[in-house]
């Protein structure tokens, strides 16, 4: 004769047969209690926030790049650096213009009186030049590093804001079973479901905050080493234009 099939499997199978709880994305959020609702929004604006910065900073960033190829096919073209500057210094903020007006406020306001004669003055003026123009670079990559904490943050803590949502969840689980005295999987998927959810979602936040801050961060950095080549071969052609203002009248005095 066959065997009776025990109760306690009988009461499991008609739990399953009724199990009907909503695991899609929403129905995981509108069943998560207080705690893991808070876990979940947290990390969909930390997602959603990060997708914008890095929107605004993949397009900032190849905005300054094409100006600065604009900008230095200008600056080789062999047009005079006055020419150059009256052109550029009331255009529309731009890093490598920023660098290039500050080295030219600095060098107008040196030679006003005209360019000075002993060397020291020479000297003195090349360093408050490249002082102006490092000045000018920092503030701009300060600019162009604005939002990059926040990826920073995202893609260090979001996967333990994740994980504290999946171990209340778990928690809940075992409440549950503690509460119903039952473990089939109607009372345990629910809580297990939404632990992994809140899992799922930091690790949605948190892997395009780390690829894109680490992107950024190298496009950054190549742009800032951009900017001080530029400024070593500016200082290059004043320098250059000092010493033949030294020889144009070293030569003079030789005539008089």
């Known amino acids: 004769m066959p065997e009776a099939v025990p109760a306690a499997a009988v009461e499991t199978v008609e739990n399953l047969g009724g199990y009907d709880a909503d695991l899609s994305m929403i129905g995981l959020f509108l069943e998560a209690d207080l705690i893991v609702k808070a876990v979940m929004m947290i990390l969909m604006m930390a997602s959603l926030w990060s997708w914008t910065i890095i929107f605004s900073k993949r ?5 300054v790049n094409r100006k600065a190829n ?4 200008s600056f080789w073209s062999g047009e005079p650096l006055d020419k150059i500057y009256q052109r550029v210094k009331n255009s ?10 500050a080295g030219m406020e600095e060098w107008q306001a040196g030679v006003a ?4 004669a002993k060397e020291s003055l020479h000297t003195s003026l090349r360093q408050r030049v490249e002082r102006a123009m490092n000045v000018a670079i920092g503030r701009e990559i300060n600019a162009l590093e604005r939002g990059m904490t926040f990826l920073a943050s995202v893609g260090s803590t979001a996967p333990f804001i994740g994980l504290f949502g999946t ?6 689980s075992f409440s549950s079973i503690a509460a119903t005295n039952n473990t089939s999987l109607a009372v345990v998927a629910p809580g297990i479901a939404e632990a992994l959810f809140a899992t799922a ?19 950054i950095n190549s742009y800032a080493d951009r900017l001080e080549a530029f400024t070593d071969e500016f200082m290059a052609i004043l320098s250059r234009h000092l010493d033949s203002q ?5 030569g003079r005095r030789a005539a008089e």
């Open 246 to 250: 030294d020889g144009e009248a070293s």
């Open 167 to 172: 171990v209340w969840g778990i928690m809940n």
């Open 70 to 73: 604009i900008f230095e096919d």
């Open 113 to 116: 009186g005209g360019i000075p």
């Open 59 to 63: 397009s900032n960033l190849k905005r």
């Open 201 to 219: 979602l930091g690790l949605v936040a948190a892997i395009p905050a780390v690829v894109a801050y680490n992107v950024f961060s190298s496009g």
């Open 92 to 101: 529309k903020p731009d890093p490598i213009l920023a660098t290039f007006s």
